[in-house]
């Protein structure tokens, strides 16, 4: 059986590359705060692949957190199995703004 | 904004359903302040791409103003599974539904509620509702508390407000998806041409398989005027135990994939955005859509319907908001905010209209969408279905004779198949 020669795949862009598309103004002061200690419990750990924006990273065991590149969808907070997820909006206009969404 | 007068009404969120209450309340003359957390109305605003357009005829005279993008004639449907293809091409003979930004086609309605004379005040994170003895008298702000005569509630999906106010149960990740998605920059033709399109004219395209990894879910393409909008909608209620990539992976993985690719092939990306979606409208939906003080419209009272091969919330979203607006209206001009009012002039309207019918007739839809072998062994049944069909040695297998194969390869028993159809079938 002969199979057309598939176009080789093109290189996928990291996550930074992606967020430097968009258009923020950063709070100084974080609009989530992660309960850390609570994430040394949990087995699955579904912040760092249901984040879109890769808030949520994991270093030699523990989740480190950040807030700059955060989208605002709020998926944290609702995959989080263990409520460690403190989460609100950005205040005064601040965080991602959309253009074309 | 201080201590201030109170206000006939105030709107938590200058969405499509939040802008419309507006709207139609300020040109009937009441009161309205309507918050936006972003800087701007739309600005935090995310959608897949397309708008339906019949209700909004209703809702606003002037549509044909609007901001749209493409009128959408051609409908795909493809399963993906590595350099297997299946293809649904189905061009309508008619259009009813545009493509859009929603950023901006929401910018378009709060220009409208402004026009009307409603105050808006952007860059106002609300912080709470503010209720006295069970019913809801205004919203805090910082440091403000602002009283409204009727507050309504159009904070979207993620419903902080309502959750914290206790007047819903904490989301769920069964009840929601996470959808994102990636803006491409190409100019009108090179669309037209790609997309086999006429001048002028949209495609929808939702895609399943490999683009969501077999996960519940699904990827979509909507062309704009002279940008693409390309991303994925994954259920969250398997997430934990299924993505095996992180979302945006997966993303990326659908513009680069070599079946793909061509389409999208030397468009810069613009934007790359997320937001949260309804998966189970009724699950999702409050106990009531109005209480004391209060009534509740858009994502943030569960409108969203996602059928698996058409999805629309922004019409029922702003359709809400219309309905709130003339119940609103009706309420006070009784002199009369109470649940018991609110219920009779407009959750009575809504729960009536084609929005709450169609979300209860589908209920079944997204009852199928949940099974992850709906996504996961179904699109390999079709193509592996098709595959006995046309790739033919010397034997040329009988059609239930390729069906019971591609079935047996899957590990899917017949009668779970024929079962399975029968329910999405009777739920269509």
């Known amino acids: ?36 200690e609570k994430c040394e419990e949990c ?59 | 904004m201080g201590q201030s007068a109170e206000f006939d009404a105030i709107v938590v969120g200058a969405g499509p359903a939040g802008a419309t209450a507006a709207y139609h309340l300020a040109k009937r003359g009441f009161n309205v302040l309507l918050v936006e957390r972003g800087r701007g109305a739309g600005s935090k605003q995310v959608f897949g791409g397309r708008i339906y357009a019949e209700p909004l005829r209703e809702v606003f005279d002037d549509l044909d103003k609007a901001p749209i993008h493409r009128w959408v004639r ?36 709060a220009q409208k509620a402004v026009d009307a004379g409603a105050v808006l005040a952007d860059e106002v994170r609300v912080d709470g509702l503010w209720l006295d003895g069970g019913r809801v008298r205004g919203i805090v702000a910082g440091p403000d508390r602002v009283a409204a005569r009727v507050v309504i509630v159009a904070e979207g999906v993620n419903r902080l407000l309502l959750e914290r106010a206790g007047f819903v149960h904490r989301a769920s990740p069964r009840e929601l998806a996470l959808g994102v998605k990636e803006v491409i920059k190409l100019d009108k033709k090179t669309i037209e041409e790609r997309f086999g399109l006429e001048e002028g004219e949209g495609l929808a395209w939702v895609l399943l398989g490999e683009v969501t990894d077999f996960i519940p879910g699904g990827a979509f393409v909507y062309t704009n005027r002279d940008t693409l909008s390309v991303g994925l909608v994954v259920h969250l209620g398997g997430a934990y135990q299924l993505l095996r990539d992180q979302v945006h992976v997966l993303a990326e993985r659908l513009r680069t994939h070599p079946r793909l690719s061509r389409f999208f092939e030397g468009g810069d990306i613009m934007e790359y955005s997320a937001h949260m979606t309804i998966e189970d409208s009724v699950g999702y939906m409050p106990e009531h859509f109005a209480y004391d003080g209060m009534v509740i419209v ?15 919330g922004v019409d029922y979203a702003a359709y809400s908001g219309y309905l709130a607006a003339k119940g609103v209206e009706r309420a006070l001009s009784e002199g009369d905010a109470s649940a018991e009012a609110l219920r009779r002039h407009y959750e009575v ?13 589908h209920r079944g839809a997204s009852y199928a969408m949940k099974n992850p072998r709906m996504f996961r062994e179904y699109p390999r049944v079709a193509l592996d279905t098709l595959e006995e069909i046309y790739t033919l040695g010397r034997e040329t297998p ?8 591609a079935l047996s390869r899957n590990r899917v028993g017949f009668a779970e198949f024929a079962l399975r159809m029968l329910k999405v079938v009777m739920s269509l």
């Open chain 1, 1 to 36: 059986m002969s199979q057309a020669q598939e176009p080789p795949r093109r290189k996928l862009l990291r996550i930074d590359d992606l967020l430097q598309r968009n258009v923020y103004d950063v709070d100084q002061r974080p609009h989530i705060i992660l309960h850390a």
């Open chain 1, 43 to 101: 087995e699955y750990k579904p912040c760092l692949r249901a984040c879109p924006a890769e808030c949520y990273v994991e270093v030699g065991g523990r989740v480190i957190f950040s807030y700059e590149g955060c989208l605002e969808c709020g998926t944290c907070r609702v995959v989080c199995p263990h409520d460690a997820v403190e989460w609100d909006y950005p205040v005064s206009g601040r965080g991602v703004y959309y253009r074309f969404s």
């Open chain 2, 74 to 109: 051609r409908e795909r449907f493809t399963i993906l599974d590595g350099d297997r293809e299946l293809t649904l091409d189905f061009r309508a003979g008619a259009s009813t539904s545009f493509t859009a930004y929603l950023t901006q086609f929401t910018q378009w309605i």
């Open chain 2, 298 to 312: 858009g994502d943030a009272a569960g409108l969203l319907l996602n059928t698996g091969l058409t999805i629309r």
């Open chain 2, 349 to 361: 309207p809504l729960r009536e209209s084609f929005i709450y019918r169609d979300l209860m007739r």
């Open chain 2, 398 to 405: 009988l059609p239930h004779e390729a069906l019971a194969r």
